[in-house]
């Protein structure tokens, strides 16, 4: 059964929001683990130790050098801790919880296109709810999204020199992805929403995103059909032409 906790495990934990790095020793008390086997493991992981630091930490005996870990990091090391050895009953259930809900959201963040939505949170496809089909939505918005920002910022990267030919700067660069297909369409989908942005004055990224998956059932730029690429890119296109044919609206006033 999946349960819902108001307190989730990283406000169980009592962090100060205003903190940026946490001993790891105040969070395996809370938790009931030792802090020294924490410790010894978390500086064999590459990504947890290039972010983990000894600082005074200050305690009732004064200041105290302890191995502290930064925030954003806090989540990732909690999905690296095995339940079982959690002693404290309600850290146990909550990052039991924590664990299965993120499980869920890297699934719906990295799956490629065309694979079910199942997964340990949610039922399969036809048997979701109105709430359950609204997440599996909007994690396909967010997912998009993510994978636009990247792949824009890998284009632009790569060529960081202007580009004279033609009027859009990203013609020539899709090989510097190595997903063509996902290039392409991230062109086309980056294409669009700028035009649109000049007409409405808003960020028009999410209304695209949101045409992809509602006119195509596309949530990940990942192994795209081929097929299903082709009619994105028609739809896409199609919109664009309207709005070029179309006079602009008068500013605002």
């Known amino acids: 059964m999946n349960w819902f906790y108001a307190e989730d495990i990283l406000a169980w934990l009592g962090n100060d929001p205003n903190r940026t ?12 683990m030792s802090a020294v086997r924490e ?13 983990a630091r000894r600082l005074p930490v200050e305690t009732d005996t004064g200041d105290v050098l302890m191995l502290c870990l930064r925030v954003e990091l806090i989540p990732l090391w909690l999905l690296t801790l095995d339940v079982g050895q959690v002693v404290d009953p309600a850290g146990r259930a909550r990052l039991d919880l924590f664990q299965r809900e993120a499980a869920s959201i890297l699934w719906q ?15 399969t496809r ?22 636009q920002m990247l792949i824009e910022r890998q284009l632009d990267g790569s060529h960081a020199e202007d580009d004279e030919q033609g009027s859009d700067p990203w013609a020539h660069r899709t090989s510097s992805v190595d997903d063509p297909a996902a ?25 695209v995103f949101s045409g992809l998956y509602r006119n195509f059932g596309i949530s990940s730029y990942r192994r795209m059909p081929n097929g299903r690429l082709v009619e994105a890119l ?7 032409g309207d709005m070029i044919g179309e006079p602009e609206p008068p500013p605002d006033i």
Do not use: K
């Open 21 to 32: 790095y946490v001993p790891i020793a105040e969070l395996c008390e809370a938790l009931g």
């Open 126 to 147: 036809h048997q979701q709810n109105s709430p359950e089909q609204a997440y599996v939505g909007s994690m396909a918005m967010a997912t998009l999204a993510r994978q």
């Open 39 to 51: 410790e010894r493991r978390l500086r064999g992981h590459a990504v947890l130790s290039a972010g």
């Open 109 to 123: 963040t990295a799956r490629p296109q065309g694979f079910d939505s199942g997964d340990l949170v949610l039922p």
């Open 234 to 240: 028609e739809w896409l296109e199609r919109w664009y």
């Open 183 to 207: 290039a392409r369409l991230a062109q086309t989908v980056r294409r669009v929403a700028h035009a649109l942005a000049e007409r409405t004055r808003r960020n028009e990224y999410f209304g």
